[in-house]
């Protein structure tokens, strides 16, 4: 499967319509970026059950700074609209396949637990009691 191109026109409809979904915010002058494309590229052919997304961060400003991107290249994994995984800097082929098997298996069930017990105020980002 290829790369979809992510933008701030198609962002909600990718995340919300995709269980899985990982982004790699890149810039065409950022060598990194460039290095790290043709491995993104083949790791959305091993892993169709993934929607592989590129976020130009030159053009979709606004988009990267909505979530804060302040380095190239970024990856961010979502899993049922949750985001799971986002660092800075390229991973290594066996790196990114882990990544995903993790995002893959993890229980999401008990994700969308915890989200709901921080919101409650019971979780332990809620602050002093």
Do not use: Y
Request: with cysteine; charged share 25%; aromatic share 8%.
């Amino acid at each position: 499967m290829a790369t979809v191109e992510l933008t701030d026109a198609n962002f909600e409809q990718l995340i919300t319509r995709n269980e899985k979904v990982i982004i790699d915010f890149w810039a065409p002058w950022c060598g990194p970026c460039r290095q790290f494309a043709p491995l993104f590229e083949a790791a959305s052919e091993k892993h169709p059950d993934f929607v592989f997304a590129k976020v130009n961060s030159d053009e979709e400003q606004a988009l990267a700074g909505q979530f804060g991107i302040r380095s190239i290249p970024t990856l961010m994994v979502f899993r049922e609209q949750v985001i799971l995984f986002s660092e800075a800097g390229a991973l290594p082929a066996p790196q990114l396949d882990a990544l995903l098997e993790q995002a893959r298996t993890l229980d999401m069930a008990e994700v969308h637990r915890e989200i709901a017990a921080r919101s409650d105020g019971e979780g332990p980002e809620a602050g002093p009691a």
